[in-house]
C-alpha cells in the first residue's frame, strides 16, 4: 500500500479514468434504456425485436467491439465507452421492461380509476414501482462495467487496468494487487450506493418482507401464474439482470 | 469501407487457413481453454446450486459470489496468478473458471428455489424421496433457467478466454495481441470477427438446446403464458 501511496499522482489519475470510462456508459444506458422500456411495454410488438437485439449485444465481447471500433474513433475513450453503453442498454432494457411489467394491475387500474392519463401514470406509478428492479439491472451493469473497462488496456484505453499490464512487464505483483483492491472496491462502492439510492428512491420498501417472498404473495393474492415471479426475482438477485430477464422471459412473456 | 475489406481479405485468404497459426488451429486451441474452464466452473458450480436450492438456503452466499465475480477484472487476474506462479497453465484456467462459475451458480440456485412449492409438496406426497424431488421435478422445472446460466458463463469465457494470449498462449486472441503489437489492424479486425462470430454460435447453439432439451410440457406453459 506504500507503493499506491508513493505513486498517489498516477494512481488517482487512472483511477478518474477509470470512473468515467465506466460511468458514463451506465448514463448513456439509463438514459436510453428507460425511454425504450417504456415503448417495449407500451408497443409489444416492439418487445420481441429489441429483446433480440439486446441478447446480441449482450453476447458480444467488449474487447472485439473496441478493436472494431478503432477504425472509427481510432484510441480514443469513445472506443470503450461505446461498446460498454451498448453492454450496458443490453442488461438495463430488459430490466426496465421486467420492472414495468411487475407493477400489479390493480395499481395501474386504481391510478387510471383516479384519474390519471398513461404518461403520468407512467412516470408517477409504473416507475417508481418499478425502481427496484431497474436499480437490480443497474447495480449488475455497473459493477460488469467496472470490471471490463480494465480490458480496454489491451488498446492502451484501461484506467486501472494500466496496472496490470504495467505490473506484468515489471514482474512487479504489488502494481497488480493495487489494480484488483482499487478496481474491487470501485465496484463493492458503487453497488453500495446503488442500494441506498433504492432504499431513498423506494421508502415504502423499508421493512416489508424480502422481495421475493413478497412477490410471491402478491402473485398468489392475484391468482396470476408464479410468471411474475420468476422476472422480478431474477433481475433481481440473477446473474446478469438480463440474462436473468431473458431467463424469466420464458415463463412470463 | 477499405477497414471491413481488409479483415475480409485476411479472412478468406487460404494462407490464415493452414498451419499453426492457422484460423482452425488457434479456434481449436480457444475452444479447448473454453471447453476445460467451462467443465471445471460445471462441475463447482452446479452441484453446489441445486444443493442450495433444493435446502433454500445460501441465498446470501450466491448473492454474494455473483457480484464478487462480477466485480473482479479477469485481465487483472490472469496477470497476478501469471506472474505468482511463474507462469503455470493455472494463469488462464483459474481465472475462466472463476469467470464462468457465478452465472451458473446463481442462475441454478434460483432456478431450483423458483420452482413452485406445490410442486415439490405434491411429490412429496407421492412418496418421493428428497433426491427423486430434485432429479424428476425440481431440476426439469429449472432447467431453462439452469441452461441459461451456462449459456451466459460459454459467452462470457469464450469472448475472455482472447486474453490468455496476453499471457503468451494461443488461441484467437493471438491474432488481436500481434495483430496491435505489429499495427496489422486487417488481422486483429478478423481475429475480432471471428471472436464475435463464435460468441454468436455459442448464443445460438445454447438456444437451439434449449428447445431440446426442456421438457415439451414446460415449454408449452411457457409459451402460454
Known sequence: ?253 | MSYFSDAWQWLISSQNWHGANGIPERLAQHLEYTGIALAIALVIAVPVGLAMGHLRRGGFVVVTVANFGRALPTLGLVVLVFVLTAGSAAAWLVPLAALAIPPMLVNTYEGVLGVDRELTDAARGMGMTEWQILRKVEIPVALPLILLGIRTSAIQVVATATIAAYIGLGGLGRYIIDGLARNEYNVVAGGAAVIVLLALAVQGLFMLLTIVIVPVGLRRQAQAS
Open chain 1, 1 to 253: 500500500m506504500s507503493w499506491a501511496w508513493q505513486n498517489r499522482d498516477q494512481v488517482g489519475h487512472y483511477l478518474g479514468q477509470h470512473l468515467y470510462l465506466a460511468l458514463l456508459p451506465i448514463l448513456f444506458g439509463i438514459v436510453v434504456a428507460i425511454p425504450v422500456g417504456i415503448m417495449c411495454v407500451r408497443w409489444r410488438w416492439t418487445w420481441p425485436p429489441i429483446l433480440s437485439l439486446t441478447s446480441i449485444f449482450y453476447a458480444m465481447p467488449s474487447l472485439a467491439l473496441y478493436l472494431v471500433l478503432i477504425d472509427y474513433t481510432s484510441f480514443t475513450d469513445w472506443t470503450v465507452i461505446i461498446p460498454l453503453t451498448l453492454f450496458s442498454l443490453s442488461v438495463l432494457i430488459p430490466n426496465v421492461v421486467d420492472g414495468l411489467r411487475s407493477v400489479p394491475a390493480p395499481v395501474q387500474q386504481a391510478a387510471v380509476a383516479m384519474g390519471f392519463g398513461t404518461l403520468r401514470r407512467t412516470v408517477q406509478v409504473d416507475l417508481p414501482l418499478a425502481v427496484p428492479v431497474i436499480i437490480a439491472g443497474l447495480r449488475v451493469a455497473t459493477v460488469s462495467s467496472i470490471s471490463l473497462v480494465s480490458v480496454g488496456q489491451l488498446i492502451g484505453i484501461g484506467g486501472l487496468g494500466y496496472f496490470f499490464t504495467d505490473g506484468e512487464q515489471r514482474d512487479f505483483t504489488t502494481e497488480i494487487y493495487v489494480g484488483l483492491v482499487l478496481i474491487i472496491l470501485l465496484a463493492l462502492v458503487f453497488d453500495g450506493l446503488l442500494v441506498l439510492a433504492r432504499r431513498w428512491l423506494t421508502p415504502w420498501e423499508a421493512g416489508r418482507a424480502p422481495r421475493g417472498q413478497r412477490r410471491r404473495a402478491v402473485t398468489v393474492t392475484l391468482g396470476g401464474s408464479s410468471a411474475g415471479l420468476t422476472g422480478g426475482h431474477h433481475a433481481h438477485a440473477g446473474h446478469a439482470g438480463g440474462g436473468g430477464g431473458h431467463g424469466g422471459g420464458g415463463g412470463h412473456g
